[in-house]
T-cell receptor
Framework: DQQVKQNSPSLSVQEGRISILNCDYT??????FLWYKKYPAEGPTFLIS?????DKNEDGRFTVFLNKSAKHLSLHIVPSQPGDSAVYFC???????????????FGKGTLLTVNP | SQTIHQWPATLVQPVGSPLSLECTVE??????LYWYRQAAGRGLQLLFY??????ISSEVPQNLSASRPQDRQFILSSKKLLLSDSGFYLC?????????FGEGSRLTVL
């Protein structure tokens, strides 16, 4: 049972345009959402996060939107740059009943290619 | 600042051979530690996590095991590798809901 779904395995956009990466989740207990970026043969790096008490979080060119009623979040990259080409993983966490162990459930990832 | 290292970076092993991947964290104490695997078409799958020395929780039944002999050391092992164990293994530590990953270890089982 896949609790975090990224239904688009790949996305291709032109440099300077907007990239929109989508993610859906099924577990209503998730209350913290993150996006990670991964280059080949490297570990993922944290990009941006959002708590369930917010519906938007912005950091430079990156904005994450959360729609709790639809159990949907998206990552917007504006403007897209060739260096943004990577696999993007959506992840979600429930704080395991208030404990300190933050287990993340990841989607399968979306390969973003930004063409010059 | 905190750093995380894992090794070896790449490993090619025959079926049935043992495995040992090691991960160490510096600059923090009593971290939560994790082993993830990225396999083709399957995203990042949590294998094990540990909240302290000797405390290991397994998420996925398999022929892998994990150990935490020291506070900042996390080891992934197998007695006999299977072809399906091939993948990219990632060690991570967490704080306040965010995971910080190591460089990854590419395992190919032939």
């Amino acid at each position: 049972d896949q609790q975090v779904k990224q239904n688009s395995p790949s996305l291709s956009v032109q440099e300077g345009r907007i990239s929109i990466l989508n993610c859906d989740y099924t577990n209503s207990m998730f209350d913290y959402f993150l996006w990670y970026k991964k280059y080949p043969a490297e570990g993922p790096t944290f990009l941006i996060s959002i708590s369930s008490i917010k519906d938007k979080n912005e950091d430079g060119r990156f904005t994450v939107f959360l729609n709790k009623s639809a159990k949907h979040l998206s990552l917007h990259i504006v403007p897209s740059q060739p260096g943004d080409s990577a696999v993007y993983f959506c992840a979600a966490s429930d704080k395991n009943g208030g404990g300190s162990n933050y287990k993340l459930t990841f989607g399968k990832g979306t390969l973003l290619t930004v063409n010059p | 600042s905190q750093t995380i290292h894992q090794w070896p970076a790449t490993l090619v092993q025959p079926v049935g051979s043992p495995l040992s991947l090691e991960c160490t964290v510096e600059g923090t104490s009593n971290p939560n530690l994790y082993w993830y695997r990225q396999a083709a078409g399957r995203g990042l799958q949590l294998l094990f996590y540990s909240v302290g020395i000797g405390q290991i929780s397994s998420e996925v039944p398999q022929n892998l095991s994990a150990s935490r002999p020291q506070d900042r050391q996390f080891i992934l092992s197998s007695k006999k590798l299977l072809l399906s164990d091939s993948g990219f293994y990632l060690c991570a530590w967490s704080v306040f809901g965010e995971l910080f990953f190591g460089e990854g270890s590419r395992l190919t089982v032939l």
